[in-house]
């Protein structure tokens, strides 16, 4: 027994020794690894600077505001969005989708585990054992990581989609609320002011100088505006519970107030530059784009999936005959199966991923398209109806009013009068709200602020079938491929320009600039506030936290 016992330990170094080499590069290669994927710090890198806004601090069920948001004195648009991004739960969930995503790049780096076999002697049996090395999974290990690194690209740019998504609904909600205050805020003075007709309509009954139809005339529209006016207060109550949804402070018993300011009309680039800008940038292509290479990388690997081969150390010792120890190697014969209808399926999936990618380009190039001529449409209608019919009509109101409390006209044209004021303050209310909602439409579908940003700051084009692989670079380098930014101050402190560091788009953007800042200064005095309050706007899309 001591020379069998001595034999099987001889054996079993030297099994160690021919196995510890393979086993440690193997256990080295297949650990996990990240390889550089985007993360949250991405996501919010990237939702920063298309609208200034980023994701919160990774909460479950707590309400955060953010410290430069008081919502106590009014909400802005700007609040709002900044107080959905951290704690709107239906976000917050698909960001999760990220987490899992890397897990599965984790998974993917991950190398099957060893196997070890053993038979117990017995009788004249020896003792044998053999220990199988998965090499097959190490060569395919690098595909797969490839594959699904992209995918990990593809969900974090589909987050960002989905945060640009968000930022939209909250604007047009708050754009809804602020419609429904300022119609039941019209709402009540529309019955303040029936409210004084019917008071100086009875006076003028009592006089003897109407007739009693006008007076009762005039009690019933009074009546009829309270009722309108208790009714839009609900409408009010409705707008602001489906922003405090959006916004994730349903649980709120405080009131919110819109603050809104006046519509400006933007300068926007051309329609074709925007199409342009947006067919380059959008998130959700570079999502497709992505995903066509993670397709290509699964097709690819499917060709090689039924690929096993395992190095083998066998020894026996004991027993009748003598120890020993050799290696060996094991395969599969691919004479039946050879993952064919893994390799028709992947295929299809290339397919599939790459008509997917070019029904969200043509997706993109018509949202532009309709939300840009809405978008006009939605100006061109407010600055014909504050500068052409409100005008007339407010005077109209007032010379009616005056003829009536001195006798010459009667109640019903003052009625008529005040009735069509009131339609087309509505009317103008009702497109101020248009306005906003087109913009909030405008600025989703191209992929950023336009307010905020210069146009012609975009990424790199999207090419479905090239190799993406850059666009996971580590946090080091930047969205676009790697290449270093540069950021260029201003005197005071802020950033004319943040972005790539190629002297061509360095130049291009301070020309244009430049080009802005003159057109400024031939139009108006800088010293005036007006000119101030001129460069300020424009200046508030260089910023950069």
Same mark, same amino acid.
């Given at each position: 027994?001591?020379?069998?016992?001595?034999?099987?330990?001889?054996?079993?170094?030297?099994?160690?020794?021919?196995?510890?080499?393979?086993?440690?590069? $193997?256990?080295?290669?297949?650990?996990?690894?990240?390889?550089?994927?985007?993360?949250?710090?991405? +996501?919010?890198?990237? /939702?920063?600077?298309?609208?200034?806004?980023?994701?919160?601090?990774?909460?479950?069920?707590?309400?955060?505001?953010?410290?430069?948001?008081?919502?106590?004195?009014?909400?802005?648009?700007?609040?709002? +969005?900044?107080?959905?991004?951290?704690?709107?739960?239906?976000?917050?969930?698909?960001?999760?989708?990220?987490?899992?995503?890397?897990?599965?790049?984790?998974?993917?780096?991950?190398?099957?585990? *060893?196997?070890?076999?053993?038979?117990?002697?017995?009788?004249?049996?020896?003792? @044998?054992?053999?220990?199988?090395?998965? +090499?097959?999974?190490?060569?395919?290990?690098?595909?797969?990581?490839?594959?699904?690194?992209?995918?990990?690209?593809?969900?974090?740019?589909?987050? +960002?989609?989905?945060? %640009?998504?968000?930022?939209?609904?909250?604007?047009?909600?708050?754009?809804?609320?602020?419609?429904?205050?300022?119609?039941?805020? /019209?709402?009540? @003075?529309?019955?303040?002011?029936?409210?004084?007709?019917?008071?100086?309509?009875?006076?003028?009954?009592?006089?003897?100088?109407?007739?009693?139809?006008?007076?009762?005339?005039?009690?019933?529209? /009074?009546?009829?505006?309270?009722?309108?006016?208790?009714?839009?207060?609900?409408?009010?109550?409705?707008? @602001?519970?489906?922003?405090?949804?959006?916004?994730?402070?349903?649980?709120?018993?405080?009131?919110?107030?819109?603050?809104?300011?006046d519509p400006v009309a933007r300068m926007l680039p051309e329609l074709d530059a925007l199409i342009s800008e947006a067919t380059t940038s959008r998130p959700d292509l570079h999502a497709a784009s992505l995903a066509v290479a993670a397709a290509q990388r699964r097709a690819e690997l499917a060709r090689k999936q039924w690929f096993?081969?395992?190095?083998?150390?066998?020894?026996?010792?004991?027993?009748?005959?003598?120890?020993?120890?050799? *290696?060996?190697?094991?395969?599969?014969?691919?004479?039946?199966?050879?993952?064919?209808?893994?390799?028709?399926?992947?295929?299809?999936?290339?397919?599939?991923?790459?008509?997917?990618?070019?029904?969200?380009?043509?997706?993109?190039?018509?949202?532009?398209?309709? !939300?840009?001529?809405?978008?006009?449409?939605?100006?061109?209608?407010?600055?014909?109806?504050?500068?052409?019919?409100?005008?007339?009509?407010?005077?109209?109101?007032?010379?009616?009013?005056?003829?009536? !409390?001195?006798?010459?006209?009667?109640?019903? %044209?003052?009625?008529?009068?005040?009735?069509?004021?009131?339609?087309?303050?509505?009317?103008?209310?009702?497109?101020?709200?248009?306005?906003?909602?087109?913009?909030?439409? /405008?600025?989703?579908?191209?992929?950023?602020?336009?307010?905020?940003?210069?146009?012609?700051?975009?990424? &790199?084009?999207?090419?479905?079938?090239?190799?993406?692989?850059?666009?996971? @670079?580590?946090?080091?380098?930047?969205? &676009?491929?790697?290449? *270093?930014?540069?950021?260029?101050?201003?005197?005071?402190?802020?950033?004319?320009?943040?972005?790539?560091?190629?002297?061509?788009?360095?130049?291009?953007?301070?020309?244009?600039?430049?080009?802005?800042?003159?057109? $400024?200064?031939?139009?108006?005095?800088?010293?005036?506030?007006?000119?101030?309050?001129?460069?300020?706007?424009?200046?508030?899309?260089?910023?950069?936290?």
């Amino acid at each position: 027994m001591g020379d069998q016992a001595r034999d099987s330990g001889v054996a079993m170094r030297a099994a160690l020794r021919v196995a510890a080499p393979i086993i440690l590069m $193997i256990a080295t290669t297949g650990c996990a690894v990240n390889r550089g994927a985007p993360g949250r710090p991405q +996501v919010d890198a990237q /939702l920063v600077s298309r609208v200034q806004h980023g994701i919160g601090p990774n909460t479950c069920g707590e309400e955060v505001i953010p410290s430069d948001v008081n919502i106590s004195d009014g909400v802005s648009p700007d609040e709002a +969005v900044a107080v959905a991004l951290w704690n709107n739960s239906a976000f917050n969930a698909t960001l999760a989708q990220l987490g899992i995503a890397r897990g599965d790049l984790i998974q993917a780096g991950l190398l099957r585990n *060893p196997q070890f076999q053993i038979f117990l002697p017995g009788g004249t049996k020896q003792l @044998e054992w053999a220990l199988f090395l998965p +090499v097959d999974a190490l060569l395919l290990r690098e595909t797969r990581l490839d594959m699904t690194e992209r995918e990990v690209c593809r969900v974090a740019r589909q987050l +960002v989609q989905n945060g %640009l998504d968000l930022v939209r609904d909250v604007r047009v909600a708050h754009a809804d609320l602020a419609f429904a205050a300022d119609r039941a805020s /019209l709402a009540d @003075e529309a019955v303040q002011l029936r409210r004084m007709i019917a008071d100086l309509t009875q006076k003028q009954l009592n006089a003897g100088d109407i007739s009693e139809l006008e007076a009762i005339t005039a009690e019933i529209s /009074l009546k009829q505006s309270e009722a309108d006016a208790a009714a839009l207060r609900h409408v009010v109550d409705q707008a @602001e519970a489906r922003l405090k949804q959006l916004m994730g402070l349903g649980r709120m018993p405080d009131r919110l107030t819109p603050i809104v300011d006046d519509p400006v009309a933007r300068m926007l680039p051309e329609l074709d530059a925007l199409i342009s800008e947006a067919t380059t940038s959008r998130p959700d292509l570079h999502a497709a784009s992505l995903a066509v290479a993670a397709a290509q990388r699964r097709a690819e690997l499917a060709r090689k999936q039924w690929f096993r081969f395992d190095l083998v150390g066998d020894a026996n010792s004991g027993g009748a005959g003598p120890s020993n120890f050799g *290696p060996g190697f094991r395969f599969d014969i691919p004479i039946f199966d050879r993952n064919q209808g893994g390799v028709h399926s992947a295929d299809w999936t290339i397919y599939q991923a790459t008509q997917n990618y070019n029904a969200v380009r043509d997706q993109i190039i018509a949202d532009v398209q309709t !939300s840009y001529s809405q978008y006009q449409q939605a100006n061109d209608n407010l600055t014909q109806l504050q500068s052409n019919v409100l005008t007339s009509l407010e005077e109209a109101v007032r010379l009616a009013g005056k003829a009536f !409390s001195d006798g010459g006209t009667s109640y019903f %044209l003052v009625l008529q009068t005040t009735t069509q004021y009131l339609d087309a303050r509505v009317q103008e209310i009702q497109l101020t709200a248009d306005y906003r909602r087109t913009a909030a439409n /405008l600025d989703r579908s191209v992929g950023r602020n336009l307010t905020w940003e210069l146009p012609g700051m975009t990424e &790199n084009e999207v090419v479905p079938n090239a190799d993406l692989a850059a666009q996971a @670079e580590s946090t080091n380098h930047s969205e &676009n491929g790697g290449e *270093p930014n540069v950021v260029i101050l201003s005197g005071d402190g802020s950033a004319l320009f943040s972005g790539s560091g190629d002297p061509e788009k360095v130049g291009r953007t301070l020309r244009r600039i430049a080009d802005q800042l003159e057109s $400024i200064d031939r139009k108006r005095d800088t010293d005036h506030p007006a000119g101030q309050d001129a460069i300020r706007t424009l200046t508030a899309g260089w910023r950069q936290e």
